[in-house]
């Protein structure tokens, strides 16, 4: 079984009505109190809204975990 993944997800409006989902995955650190997150992926044109951003994001999470769209492993 593949090890778990710390992904988050969110949206950022980079000017007015330019909304991007961003895909980000926590970096490995000692730090207890703050959790770092690198960019993994993110939207490569715009969504009028936050609501279709988000969307739009999470239909790109979904297709990144889900175990179907992973890479044969052959042994």
Do not use: C
Request: no cysteine.
């Amino acid at each position: 079984m593949p090890a778990s993944r710390d992904i988050a997800l969110t949206v950022e409006e980079r000017e007015t009505h330019q909304f991007f989902w961003v895909i980000l995955e926590a970096l490995n650190s000692d730090a207890a109190e703050a959790i770092h997150y690198s960019r993994i992926l993110t939207a490569a044109t715009p969504q009028p809204s936050y609501s279709s951003a988000l969307v739009m994001g999470a239909n790109a999470l979904r297709k990144l975990v889900d175990p179907a769209n992973a890479p044969e492993t052959r042994m």
